[in-house]
């Protein structure tokens, strides 16, 4: 199972859940204070901006982003709970989580993952180009990004709350 929430509602989140593994991205890793519950090692800091295309002074979502997060998914055993955050739960956690849904379930339906992801957090917001990359890595042809399309943009507000994704 995989929850996505974010950083103000990250210890919560994982001592509520029991949690193992921890998957931060976000421009500030270094203010992430890693549960103490959780190994150091069942932990990746992912440092990007929560942004769209390549902008000066900024760090865009990039491929090698991308790679990290998928290795670090295959890596983890789903004995527990893993913890995806951002720095508000809305739109590089939820883009990092569909991603690792997709590449859990390869022959699920992406349109079904997005529409999971939409009921149990009608204001999820995934970075598009995080799933546009993250299409890619996985080999989905573009049915990731088209199920974002019809998943919607999510309701105007400032930070998300946790929600869970069901991965079987």
Request: hydrophobic residues 45%; glycine residues 6%; charged residues 20%.
């Amino acid at each position: 199972m995989i929850h996505v929430c974010s950083l103000a509602d990250l210890h919560a989140t994982v001592k509520d859940t029991g949690a193992s593994h921890v998957l931060t991205v976000m421009a500030n890793v270094a203010q992430v204070q890693r549960p103490a519950s959780v190994l150091e090692a069942n932990h990746l800091r992912v440092q990007m901006d929560d942004i769209t295309e390549h902008t000066e002074g900024f760090v865009a979502p990039n491929a090698a982003h991308v790679a990290q997060v998928l290795d670090f998914i295959r890596g983890w055993d789903r004995a527990a709970p893993l913890v995806v955050h951002c720095y508000a739960g809305i739109s590089r956690s939820t883009a990092s989580a569909f991603a690792a849904a997709c590449m859990l379930n390869p022959g699920r339906d992406e349109r079904d993952i997005a529409q999971k992801i939409r009921a149990a957090s009608p204001i999820a917001q995934p970075n598009r180009l995080l799933v546009t990359l993250a299409d890619r890595a996985l080999g989905r042809d573009g049915r990731m990004v088209r199920a974002l399309d019809e998943m919607g943009p999510g309701s105007m507000t400032v930070i998300g709350r946790p929600f869970r994704i069901d991965i079987e």
